[in-house]
């Protein structure tokens, strides 16, 4: 079951022209919602929570990008690891908190049951980058502010019109 709904999602947001949709921030929620609903043993995080969290000087989680290295060079939310570099490092990280997001969820609440698996303190961001996005999130490229998200196709561009979907 776990599963079918993220595959029934993503057949319902392929089949969806995204430019047509009226509540993109509802749309955002109620998918995210379901991931969440499919991994009650993964602990989230909402956006503007973990926004607040970074602009404390007590923040010093680790947050890993779950997404494709495709989508990575397009942008990353601020001070986020690729999750191949941060694999590459993980001994080093054992007593930080972790904090995974892709997407919507549904890969980084894998990567944060992985995690959580070999001992990590693990939270995956509930709703991913479109629920950064709409938030007002912030995304960099190099260095550079930027406001261009990479997916996978266009039926994934549920983004705030201030931003721009990028897809192959």
């Known amino acids: 079951m776990k599963k079918l709904i993220p595959l029934s999602l993503f ?11 009226e509540n993109k921030a509802k749309i955002v929620d109620s998918m995210a919602t379901a991931v969440t609903n499919e991994n009650k043993d993964i602990p989230f ?12 000087k007590s923040y010093t989680a680790i947050l890993v990008d779950a997404r494709s290295q495709l ?10 690891v690729p999750k191949h570099i941060f694999e590459e490092n993980k001994r080093n990280f054992r007593d930080k908190e972790i904090i995974t997001y892709c997407t919507i969820g549904g890969r980084s609440s894998a990567y944060s049951r992985e995690l959580m698996a070999q001992g990590f303190k693990s939270t995956s961001l509930k709703g991913g980058v479109l629920a950064w ?8 490229l ?27």
């Open 133 to 140: 996005a709409q938030e007002k999130g912030s995304f960099t």
């Open 142 to 168: 190099e260095g550079k502010d930027t406001k261009k998200v990479h997916f996978l196709n266009d039926a994934w561009n549920i983004l705030p019109e201030e931003y721009e979907g990028v897809s192959p």
């Open 45 to 56: 995080v909402e956006a503007k929570d973990l926004m607040v969290q970074m602009q404390q």
């Open 11 to 21: 057949i319902l947001v392929s089949c969806i022209n995204p430019q047509s949709y």
């Open 71 to 80: 989508e990575q060079a397009t942008s990353m939310i601020p001070g986020a």
